[in-house]
């Protein structure tokens, strides 16, 4: 999902490996191994918007994703 949505915007090699560090940190946290479920897509596209505001980090980056989305950090 998270590549389907990168391809049509101009980043680096270095940022997609962010980004998907991130992305890829998000859905094994929270144990999603369907990458066709609606929720990854919405997960990718939060991750980008965070990415594009400044945030370069990808554990960072992964957290700030959830927690804008309201979803609570697994113990």
Known sequence: MLQRLLASAEFDEADIRCMTAAYEAALALLRL???????TEVIAARIIKIFQSGEHDPPRLCARALRELGIPLPE
């Open 33 to 39: 191994k369907n990458r066709d479920d609606p929720v």
